[in-house]
């Protein structure tokens, strides 16, 4: 089996839409394709993005060409201007970037947390639900500060069961807000991410500066979605690396 055709059987396997980490992970397993090259990773990239039967769904994200007006359908975009449903792409896009840094904070091994009504949500072929490792928030504070806590979009906990990295994703919705929730939370040694369009950074910039974020704007970074994307990549290949 060629290397290209190992790389569409994978994205086949799954459900016809992937990231570069999934790819990454899966097509080794195929044992009918040999890699002998010393740089697998840089030819499945090369692979993805030269193919004519895959297409760029937006960065570190790739489907099928036969399987486009499904995914698209489902808010599989490249971009909302191409989507059907409006609501359907800002619940994808909201859902995938949580799932990605679930997926981070598991490689790093972290246990990582979603509020419960995002749990059914979903990350591709799986729930948030089946990638996060904890079913129910740590109490590790006052009932008041772990229900503020609780409607963090994704948190990693520490081997101690403390706060680690808090992150919220911010598509459309006010920054502002999300800032509010870090404020609440600014006696724990964590660190806290905005994740949004680099589009967006100007705003938060503007926010952070605010009197209120005083006390904890060192603390709070922005951080971009092709960002996320990369370190989900890269990550994943690592992963691979030490199972080598």
């Known amino acids: 089996m060629k290397q290209y055709e190992a790389v569409i059987r994978t994205i086949e396997k799954l459900g016809g839409i992937a990231t570069l980490g999934q790819i990454n992970q899966e097509v080794f397993k195929i044992k ?3 890699w002998k090259t010393k740089t697998p990773f840089a030819s ?8 004519e039967n895959i297409y760029k769904i937006k960065p570190g994200l790739y ?5 486009k007006n499904r995914l698209d359908n489902l808010g599989y975009i490249v971009g909302e201007t191409n989507s059907k449903s409006l ?5 994808f896009n909201h859902s995938y970037y949580q799932g990605l840094l679930l997926e981070i904070g598991n490689m790093k091994g972290m246990s990582t947390y979603i509020p419960a009504q995002d749990k ?3 990350f591709l072929s799986k729930t948030l639900n089946e990638i996060s490792t904890l079913d129910k928030i740590y109490e590790f504070s006052y009932q008041s500060i772990v229900s503020r806590a609780k409607t963090i979009d994704v948190i990693w906990f520490n081997e101690r069961k403390m706060l680690s990295s808090v992150f919220e994703v911010e598509h459309s919705t006010d920054i502002q807000n999300s800032l509010l929730k870090f404020n609440d939370l600014q006696d ?5 991410y905005i994740v949004a369009d680099k589009q967006r950074q100007n705003e938060f910039l503007k926010k952070i500066n605010y009197a209120a974020f005083k006390e904890i704007k060192e603390r709070i970074k922005f951080i971009d979605y092709k960002f996320v994307s990369n370190l989900h990549t890269k990550m994943s290949e690592l992963s691979m690396i030490e199972q080598l």
């Open 32 to 34: 009918e394709c040999e």
């Open 120 to 122: 059914n949500k979903l």
């Open 87 to 91: 609501e359907k792409f800002l619940e």
């Open 63 to 67: 489907g099928l060409l036969k399987y």
């Open 44 to 51: 499945i990239r090369r692979i993805v993005q030269l193919n």
């Open 188 to 192: 724990f040694y964590s660190q806290f």
